[in-house]
């Protein structure tokens, strides 16, 4: 069993920064690939980036030069680093880990989720 708690996000205007940081229990965190998704009312969950258990990192084409995804597995966490954030970008952000993930967009793939963080940005 493996409990992810995310934490990072908050308001912020057009343009600025915030880094999302996963934080997990256990000692297996090393072995997960992770990912990071996002939220809005009304719509699906839907991936922003992901990274694979030895770092190789994904993104999302609308996130690709401006977010940067990281992990520490000493410290069992993994961040996402969001610059040049716009009013898109709101949303609940959630991290989940996988062991045998595929394909970073396939929500089934993964094995266990965050509660989500709620990032919101001001135009």
């Known amino acids: 069993q493996v409990q992810l708690v995310e934490s990072g996000g908050g308001l912020v205007q057009a343009g600025g920064s915030l880094r999302l940081s996963c934080a997990a229990s256990?000692?297996?965190?090393?072995?997960?690939?992770v990912g990071w998704f996002r939220q809005t009312p009304g719509k699906e969950r839907e991936l922003v980036s992901g990274?694979?258990?030895?770092?190789?990192?994904y993104y999302a084409d609308s996130v690709k030069g401006r977010f940067t995804i990281s992990r520490d597995n000493d410290k069992n966490t993994a961040y996402l680093q969001m610059n040049s954030l716009t009013p898109e970008d709101t949303a609940v952000y959630f991290c989940?880990?996988?062991?045998?993930?595929?394909?970073?967009?396939?929500?089934?793939?993964?094995?266990?989720w965050g509660q989500g963080t709620q990032v919101t940005v001001s135009s």
């Open positions: 256990g000692r297996t965190f090393r072995r997960y690939a």
């Open positions: 989940a880990v996988g062991s045998a993930i595929r394909d970073y967009r396939k929500i089934e793939q993964y094995d266990y």
């Open positions: 990274i694979s258990s030895i770092g190789f990192p």
